[in-house]
């Protein structure tokens, strides 16, 4: 069992920044990517971004740019990993939500995201 722990979220301005972290316990060993994804309501989950155990990592065409998926570079294996978000805009309100997969997929609780205009 993986479970995976959120923070950061919050009530910003548009142009402002946030920063979400999330982090793995339990059976972390062999992991080799973790994930940002997101759902605003009445929306479909989408991806955000990725980072494997190496640093590769893919990102959403809306978020291209402005968004930048970090990890925890002080072990072998990637079990932390944060969310830098700038230039942030209303439409990027959202739930963030972590994930990563092993042999079955293991989401985080969510964390809030609201961009004011």
């Known amino acids: 069992q993986v479970r995976l722990v959120e923070s950061g979220g919050g009530l910003v301005q548009a142009g402002g920044s946030l920063r979400l972290s999330c982090t793995a316990s339990?059976?972390?060993?062999?992991?080799?990517?973790m994930g940002w994804y997101r759902q605003a309501p009445g929306k479909q989950r989408e991806l955000v971004a990725t980072i494997t155990r190496d640093g590769s990592t893919v990102y959403g065409d809306s978020v291209k740019g402005r968004f930048t998926i970090s990890r925890d570079n002080a072990k072998s294996t990637v079990s932390t990993i944060y969310l830098q978000m700038n230039s942030l805009k209303p439409e990027d309100t959202a739930v963030y939500y972590c994930k990563t997969q092993k042999v079955l997929q293991y989401w985080g609780q969510g964390t809030q995201v609201t961009v004011s205009s």
């Open positions: 339990g059976s972390i060993g062999g992991i080799n990517a």
